[in-house]
């Protein structure tokens, strides 16, 4: 009776250190594997099938797995450990994908080229990818509702569809036909670019001489704008009544009398020319 007592007590015992050997074991690798990883944390609008233990890729290589999942108000708090020896980029994405036809999730992190480093401190923002369920779903409901519009759709509304699909056709095939052109519009363009580029050289390198025909330019309508202000005063100078030439001008007895005197100093030389011995001795 006392050796069954005391074989139970040593199976008991030996059962309870081989449960404790297990605890331990499972304690120390999931340290060790703690020490390994950090932590981050991404808000997905949604995570479809998305669950914990699900891995996490960087780049495509498997770089850790998801720890928790938690709903925090419109968004979803996504827990993932990441391996300490990868960095992510500034530019790093992280999308939650379908990994396979039954809706499986998993998390993808894209790097991006940035060289600057996330900071993992603060939560991330995620991106949600619609798999082939949501998409098949969504073409059905837009099936369903492209009937509907087509049974409430007249004879005429079908026919002006129908026309304004030849037009869109045809609009197509012009844009084909220039697209296949596209050598000339490529030639056109770099003739174009060789131009300008020819213009500009021109310039920059007559730029001293451009500058200085603008200077004399300048100069030469400067002075002509003085010289039109300096004949604008001579002549309302002159134009006045009490200048000399503005009485000449302005004054019909003084024409007058200069032309009397003319027309009689033309009648003298005339008759000295038909009458010289009037006028002149000859010794």
Known sequence: MKSKKYEISVGIVVVIAVIAIIVGSILFSEKQHRSGYYEIIVDFPRVGGLEVGSNV???????????????????????????????????????????????????????????????????????????????TANIYQLVEEVKLIAS???????????????????????????????????????????????????VTDNSRDIKEVISKADRQINQLDLLLKNLNKLTAQLNKPDTDFGKFTTQDSVYNKLNATMSNLDSLITDIKKNPGRYFSIF
């Not at 960095?87 to 060289?115: C, D």
């Not at 026309?163 to 003739?191: A, C, E, M, V, W």
Request: aromatic share 6%.
């Open 57 to 135: 890729y960087v780049n495509g290589v498997n770089s850790g797995n998801v720890e928790l999942i938690k709903l925090n108000k419109n968004y979803v708090n996504v827990v993932i450990s990441l391996a300490k020896d990868v960095k992510l980029a500034s530019s790093a994405e992280i999308f939650v994908q379908e990994s396979g036809l039954m809706g499986e999730r998993e998390i993808h992190i894209k790097q991006g080229n940035s060289k600057t480093l996330l900071d993992v401190n603060k939560n991330l923002k995620g991106y949600y990818q619609p798999g082939i369920h949501e998409t």
């Open 152 to 202: 409430a759709l007249s004879e005429q509304d079908v026919e002006k569809i129908s026309k304004n699909l030849s037009k869109l056709d045809q609009l197509l095939t012009n844009l084909n036909n220039i697209f296949r052109d596209q050598g000339k519009i490529h030639s056109i363009l770099k003739k174009s670019d060789m131009m300008l580029t020819s213009f500009d050289s021109l």
